[in-house]
């Protein structure tokens, strides 16, 4: 959502928090952390996740959504910061959901933050989806580790988003 919109819903949110409190209900609130709206991803192309096959951002027509690049520090800065507005507020818990490369994209995300740490944390270069002898095979090392990057990739940012969330109690 847009400022507007966003400091809107921090408001009606509010309300709804304290009413639930007022008659002794929790509040636990669902939270999508990669998929965004068209227009967080249309306004911020650069954070998302960057398709290898398509060469371009990963867009989702079918749901109007972008799927952005969890280890992006402008898409996880400004992420952290939602999560701390909606903390503040007085939720009980946070569930957030769909931390994923949709939609199960092998080719997600080839962006240069990824491919530094993929580096960093591997010492291999991102695979090519071109390579028919790499890419999908279970045999290769590189492969593999393309994968367990993925998954480390979607756990840090839910740790992350932990960290945040705890800070409020």
Known sequence: VDEPQWKTYLSDLKK?????????????????VTGVLSNHGSAHPEQAAFD?????GAYFERYGTWNMCPNHPGFRQA??????????????GLMPDESSWLPGKASLCGCGHCRRLFKERTGFE????ADKKLWGNWDEPRWRAWMAFHIRSQGDILEAIKNVALRFG
């Open 52 to 56: 290898m096959e398509t060469k371009g």
């Open 79 to 92: 992420y952290f910061a939602r999560v701390e507005a909606l903390m503040g507020l007085g939720l009980d």
């Open 16 to 32: 709804a928090i304290d009413a639930c409190h007022r008659h002794g209900m929790k509040v636990a609130l669902h939270l999508t």
């Open 126 to 129: 991102v695979p090519d989806p």
